[in-house]
């Protein structure tokens, strides 16, 4: 017997997703849709305004991934102007780019994914000397690991466990995929809470440089305007100060962690569970590491793209391939366009006519506010794993030594970075890579300011620019490729389009019916418990999904918020909660 469930909406997540999944009678998933809910058209707030304050605008689309869509929206207009940025800006926006990184996704590691995999109950009946020795066998030097710690976090996740409105309140304790043992999850739930205090820790470094966090302001068309901080050694100081405990936090507990939850999930990651489309796409932009123009310098990431897993070939990635397909997404028609051409015009036509108390997704229509994005034709998948992934195969030093010292001391192949568990390991190796990259960024900018050089920003002359231009942005985000393609008229701005990492991997089918990269991921994973769908979050968590930067209103017809439900295909009504 088959099943056809939803999870609307998917919790410990930005935004609105909803997703539908057919089971066939061994409770494996055969067939998955992934619907953005919500629609913000903030492509559109952005017309008609001054190309100059389009950062500040599109930085609205995000609060998580804060300061992406600023700072490349900026690049999309210094693009446009054909302006180039001094060192001092370069090495800035890294540091400020670099501590959301260190920020964002320890968060998503510990307080948005990591309960997929540690159960809380089972934390509390842990014994704490026990899970001493636990943190020992993954760390030399464990965070935090000590009988009076673990017994104070004991304590506390009771505390939060008994009350249904705590954070701990409401899971799916005890269901059989939670395979770490009690001593393990309790690690693992020590540094949940030590999480949130470290995040607080990254936030203040964005800070320093970038005015405030979220939503820093300290970066403009040309340059950067955070002069007096850089001039300040004891500005530099703090920072690198707050790099430093966050680069242990990243070596002593997410490290060890992610080794830990990847050893209890080998061999599910070794047989590609969650692996989903294979092909892999990086932008590389961002992060660069010398003072040629954008496009030309070297960066962190490599650019490019892999498809089907063929790590031997890496192609050029040419941003005039990028286009969007609407066919299966709430707008007009059904276009692919390039998004220099892209059209963001709402065409909402709702769910299907209920059955069973249930409104479905109507999935050979349109069933989704995101776009379908697709690069040469090839649907891909972003993130931090795309970035290993392209790397690796491009023969990246940096990349290839991080990637198999941490493979080594786990003892796995790179094959079993095709996976869930691949996915969210390889989040974790590039933090080590990007905190290692800051501290020699960090240094780079103190020597340069020793050497008398202030300059922070590039003059322009506006009305001899912006006349009739048009540019692109890209970079890396945390969750993925960024793009943004601006088009500029009369000093105005004439179309703008934003192509962000969710709307890549949480996209609804193309116009050839071939699915996004949760909808792929998805196939093959099996559930444990039919009511209980924590499988499907452990692999839509690994990509870190954010709704709000992929369809950048909503319309509840048809939705029953906070309400997990599961319709038998015989007809038959089983409505859990
Ligand atoms: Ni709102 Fe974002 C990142 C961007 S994701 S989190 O990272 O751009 O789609
Ligand atoms: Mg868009």
Redesign the pocket.
Known sequence: MTSHIVVDPITRI??HLRIEAVLDDNNVVTKAYSAGTMFRGIELILKDRDPRDAGLLAMR?????TG??YW?SIRAVEDAFGVTIPKNARLVRNLITGSLFIH?HPVHFYNLHALDFVDIVAAIGADPAKAVTTAYQYSNAPWNASVATYQAVQAKLTSLAKSSLGIFGNAYWGNPSYRLTPEESLVAASHYLDALNMQRTAAKMMAIFGGKNPHPQSIVVGGITSVEDIADPSRLGQFGTWLAEMTAFIERAYMPDLVMVGKAYADEALAGVGAGLGSYMAYGAGFELDDNPVGRAKTLFPSGVVLNRDLSTVLAFDQSKVTEDVTHSWYEGNTVLQPFDGITAPNYTGLAKQSNGIAYLKTDEKYSWIKAPTYDGNRVEVGPLARLIVGYASGNATIKSKVDSVLATAGFPITILFSTIGRTAARMVETLIIADAMAGWLNELEVNVAQGDLQTWTPFDFSQVSANAQGFGLSE????S?GHWIKIRDGKIANYQ?V????W??SPRDGQDRPGAFESALVGVKLAKIDEPLEILQTIHSF???L???VHLVDARGRDLGTYQVIPSDGTCNVSN
């Open positions: 930005e935004g689309i995000c609060g998580v991934c992406v869509h490349t964002d985000a945390p969750r993925g960024l934003a962000v990492p969710t709307t991997n949480g870190d999904p954010c709000a930067c992929a």
